[in-house]
């Protein structure tokens, strides 16, 4: 979905040519996202078949294969919207989120703190729930593999309580730069 996002945000703003969107993504991340072509052309198909975008321009050159523009429609704003407001609501980590800040000024910013401020709370209670019971959450670990792994349970459990507290701070982080935007 974030490809998608990431590709009506862009043609929000102009017409441009899927390679040109790669070629932006690539730059960005310093060429640690690999987005296939198959995987680009892929979404620009479905895109297209939802009438989210339109083909603009067809230019041939000489010696070269057909290049084709695209730009977004009425619906293709809309899903944009909609899709930026989707991620924000159940996001699967702060991580997906990434395509879906780029835009958000086509958005209500007070939607989105709603939005984590719920996940914020979520997050608040799970680790207020294993606050101080990690040696529990260990030996429950230890049950469900039926063996003593005692070091290898602290382990998950340390990993499981240190990535929910990197993403509490990170929501937090979040909220604070939509609330002074």
């Known amino acids: 979905m974030s490809l998608r996002i990431y590709i009506l945000g862009s043609l929000y703003y102009r017409e441009l040519h899927p390679y040109e969107i790669k070629k932006k993504i690539m730059e960005a991340t310093d060429n640690k996202v690999n987005i296939t072509d198959g995987n680009l052309y892929y979404n620009f198909e479905a895109l297209l078949k939802k009438d989210y975008i339109r083909k603009s321009e067809t230019v041939q050159s000489e010696n070269r294969p057909e290049k084709t523009t695209y730009r977004i429609t009425e619906a293709g704003q809309d899903a944009l919207k909609e899709g930026i407001y989707a991620a924000f609501k159940d996001p699967k980590s702060i991580e997906s989120l990434f395509a879906p800040l780029l835009f958000i000024e086509l958005v209500d910013i007070q939607r989105l703190i709603f939005f984590i401020q719920e996940i914020i709370t979520e997050l608040e209670k799970d680790l207020e729930q ?39 701070d990170s929501y937090t982080k979040l909220l604070n730069i939509l609330k002074n935007s």
């Open 130 to 168: 294993y606050d101080g019971k990690w040696q529990n959450y260990s030996q429950r670990v230890n049950e469900v593999i039926l063996t003593d792994k005692g070091h290898y349970a602290s382990f998950i459990a340390d990993h499981v309580w240190n990535r929910k507290k990197l993403e509490l």
